[in-house]
């Protein structure tokens, strides 16, 4: 388990003081996948450095399985960091070493002997699906291909965390869904903690199971990831959900419904079926759902009709289907919290 309590971060620069973190108190547990999430500046990154101590926090304390990092020396640290990977933005891999020597190098600073560290790496290769890239260099590789090799390197010495800075930001989408896809299947077969830092609430909604909302340094909201995305309740979790200035929101648009669609396995088409079985037509107002891996992530405005017992129609028919939604404050106000997707 990760405990961050009362965790500050203070930069003294030319101009004065910088509070990159500000009173962070937040749990992970352990086998989560869990979410942090801002704009830049927000001081996320930050806030992912501290729980290694790449940046030592100004006050506070990083606790893992019960031990404050803060408190131990050198050499302890460097143990406690071998549990510990890291993936980052740009890959940061060694451009004149092969596939499988970057993926042995943390090991050979451990001190593992070549051949175990040899046999190691063809296995991390074969889990991230590039044993066929073994003895090739990074220049030779697509920029998923280098976040495998990245991955697979900071597994390398069997973390039981793995921390990922914006790792996905520098790829195409399509890429980002395979490498999110891959980190969910690792973290469901070797059960490792993983914490995802970025701006994107897409990343969030594919593989996380928890998340923070920072901004200015501080949490300004967490929670499962469904309740965050259903009920926003700071402006930057309702900017990031709805990132659109002119968006129609739920706020600013009379008798209507926003439905959320955060993952859950796909049944038949909700819109069609609902208008179907409540027997009502419906004004689909704006949408930004996409199909990942079979599961939809998104939300959904739709416009009620004026009808009140067409309303409590399609109250009970998301009901039943067990449909994330919640209304404006106009109609009668009604959340659920289990989710059921197009």
Same mark, same amino acid.
Not at 73 to 98: C, D, P, V, W, Y
Not at 239 to 249: C, D, G, K, V
């Given at each position: 388990?990760?405990?961050?309590?009362?965790?500050? &971060?203070?930069? &003294?620069t030319?101009?004065?003081?910088?509070?990159?973190?500000?009173?962070i108190?937040?749990?992970?547990?352990?086998?989560s996948?869990?979410?942090?999430i801002?704009?830049?500046?927000?001081?996320?990154?930050?806030?992912?450095?501290?729980?290694?101590l790449?940046?030592?926090p100004?006050?506070?304390?990083?606790?893992?399985?019960?031990?404050?990092?803060?408190?131990?020396?050198?050499?302890?640290?460097r143990?406690?960091?071998?549990?510990?990977?890291?993936?980052?933005?740009?890959?940061?891999?060694?451009?004149?070493?092969?596939?499988?020597?970057?993926?042995?190098?943390?090991?050979?600073?451990?001190?593992?002997?070549?051949?175990? +560290?040899?046999?190691?790496?063809?296995?991390l %290769?074969?889990?991230?699906? %590039? +044993?066929?890239?073994?003895?090739?260099?990074?220049?030779?590789?697509?920029?998923?291909?280098?976040?495998?090799?990245?991955i697979?390197?900071? %597994?390398?010495?069997?973390?039981?965390?793995?921390?990922?800075?914006?790792a996905?930001?520098a790829?195409?989408p399509?890429?980002?869904?395979?490498?999110?896809? %891959?980190?969910k &299947?690792?973290?469901?077969?070797?059960?490792?903690?993983?914490?995802?830092?970025?701006?994107?609430? &897409?990343?969030v909604?594919?593989?996380?199971?928890?998340?923070?909302?920072?901004?200015?340094?501080?949490i300004?909201?967490?929670g499962?990831?469904?309740?965050?995305?259903?009920?926003?309740?700071?402006?930057?979790?309702?900017r990031?959900?709805?990132?659109?200035?002119?968006?129609?929101?739920?706020?600013n648009?009379?008798?209507?419904?926003?439905?959320?669609?955060?993952?859950?396995?796909?049944?038949?088409?909700?819109?069609?079926?609902?208008?179907?079985?409540?027997?009502?037509m419906v004004?689909i107002?704006?949408?930004?759902?996409e199909?990942?891996?079979?599961? +939809?992530?998104?939300?959904?405005?739709?416009?009620?009709?004026?009808?009140?017992?067409?309303? +409590?129609?399609?109250?009970?028919?998301?009901?039943?289907?067990?449909?994330?939604?919640?209304?404006?404050?106009?109609?009668?106000?009604?959340?659920?919290?289990e989710?059921?997707?197009?």
């Amino acid at each position: 388990m990760i405990e961050l309590k009362d965790l500050n &971060k203070t930069y &003294k620069t030319a101009a004065g003081e910088v509070n990159a973190v500000r009173n962070i108190n937040l749990r992970i547990e352990d086998g989560s996948i869990f979410g942090i999430i801002g704009f830049s500046g927000a001081g996320k990154s930050t806030l992912v450095r501290c729980i290694n101590l790449l940046e030592r926090p100004t006050s506070g304390q990083v606790i893992i399985d019960g031990t404050d990092l803060c408190t131990l020396g050198r050499k302890e640290l460097r143990e406690a960091r071998r549990k510990i990977g890291m993936i980052f933005q740009q890959f940061n891999l060694l451009s004149q070493r092969t596939v499988e020597a970057n993926i042995r190098y943390p090991l050979e600073i451990a001190g593992v002997a070549k051949d175990k +560290a040899a046999k190691r790496a063809a296995e991390l %290769l074969e889990m991230v699906d %590039l +044993a066929d890239k073994a003895k090739a260099y990074p220049v030779q590789l697509s920029g998923g291909q280098k976040q495998r090799v990245a991955i697979a390197r900071a %597994l390398a010495s069997n973390p039981r965390i793995i921390l990922c800075d914006e790792a996905t930001s520098a790829l195409d989408p399509i890429t980002t869904r395979s490498i999110l896809e %891959l980190l969910k &299947k690792l973290n469901e077969q070797l059960g490792v903690t993983i914490v995802v830092i970025t701006h994107e609430m &897409k990343v969030v909604e594919q593989i996380c199971d928890r998340v923070s909302v920072m901004s200015d340094g501080c949490i300004v909201e967490q929670g499962a990831v469904h309740d965050v995305f259903l009920r926003p309740k700071s402006d930057t979790a309702k900017r990031l959900i709805e990132p659109s200035q002119n968006a129609l929101t739920i706020d600013n648009t009379p008798n209507s419904l926003r439905l959320a669609f955060t993952g859950e396995e796909s049944g038949a088409p909700v819109i069609s079926d609902m208008t179907v079985k409540c027997n009502v037509m419906v004004n689909i107002l704006s949408a930004n759902t996409e199909n990942i891996g079979g599961k +939809a992530f998104g939300q959904m405005l739709i416009q009620l009709p004026e009808d009140a017992d067409a309303r +409590a129609r399609i109250r009970d028919y998301l009901d039943s289907r067990g449909i994330l939604y919640e209304e404006s404050d106009d109609s009668q106000e009604n959340t659920k919290t289990e989710g059921v997707v197009l």
